[in-house]
């Protein structure tokens, strides 16, 4: 499983993005493809702000179709979200981003999916030294 971060979407929609190539191409050729619903939230929002009304459309029917998993935050997600956030402040590390890490933490996977370098490079999360940072 590869958790998406909200950039890889916004640059994979926009052909000004400097990554625009290598996130679309991650969007299309990896099977296994999950994302955090506060970034589904974030995204969509971010989306639509940018890019319109249709842009949002079509990405909530990509993230709803069979080549996504949702993953929902547990109890104790929201906990660890907390608790990076107040451990990161320096970062001004959000909710969306601690919740990314809690739940490659509770699910166990090393590799994300950002092109936010700053954070994720940072965070030392409790399962392993450092994330693997893909495109």
């Known amino acids: ?14 052909r000004h993005e400097p990554h625009h190539q290598s ?3 991650l969007l299309r050729s990896r099977t296994d493809l999950a994302i955090v619903a506060p970034v ?15 842009a949002e459309a079509s990405f909530l029917r990509l993230v709803t179709s069979d080549r996504f998993d949702i993953v929902d935050l547990v109890p104790e997600d929201y906990d660890r979200c907390l608790e990076l956030i107040k451990t990161y402040d320096n970062l001004g590390l959000g909710f969306v981003d601690s919740s990314i890490i809690a739940v ?7 590799t994300l999916a950002t092109l936010n370098h700053r954070d994720f490079t940072v965070v030392r999360p409790t399962h392993r030294d450092a994330f693997d940072l893909v495109p």
Do not use: K, N, Y
Request: proline fraction near 3%; aromatic fraction near 6%.
């Open 1 to 14: 499983m590869l958790l998406v971060d909200t950039g890889i979407f916004i640059a994979a929609g926009d």
């Open 23 to 25: 996130c679309g191409h």
């Open 104 to 110: 490659a933490e509770r699910l166990g996977q090393s």
């Open 40 to 54: 589904v939230a974030e995204t969509a929002w971010l989306v639509e702000d940018r890019l319109g009304p249709h």
